[in-house]
């Protein structure tokens, strides 16, 4: 097995833990809410940040479906700004990544 097909598996267990993850959080807002003021406002609080849980597990979704897209292509493991290639620890470390150590230090 190659270190593109490690990651590609890496990144659809990625995928699949994040689409369980955004249904768990689409339940829960779905859930009836209470009557009472107090617990309205905890509640709405709590929703709030289900929905930043969400916005970013659907932003990590984009970066994976890209890499994925990138492996399709070919152009995995090279950066996207410079074209250099990425480092294997790097993408050990990120495997969605698209850029290089020194360009995703510039942006």
């Known amino acids: 097995m190659t270190h593109t097909d490690i990651r590609r598996a890496t990144l659809m267990k990625r995928l699949s833990e994040l689409d369980s993850r955004l249904h768990r959080i689409e ?12 617990d309205m406002a905890i509640e709405r609080e709590g929703d709030e940040v289900l929905e930043r849980l969400g916005q970013s597990g659907l932003d990590e979704i984009r970066r994976i479906m890209a890499a994925l897209g990138r492996i399709r292509s070919g152009d995995y493991g090279f950066c996207a700004i410079c074209g250099a290639e990425i480092s294997q620890e790097r993408l050990d470390a990120l495997p969605a990544t698209p850029f290089c150590k020194t360009c995703a230090a510039e942006h």
């Open 27 to 38: 339940a829960e807002l779905d859930q009836p809410h209470t009557q009472d003021w107090d």
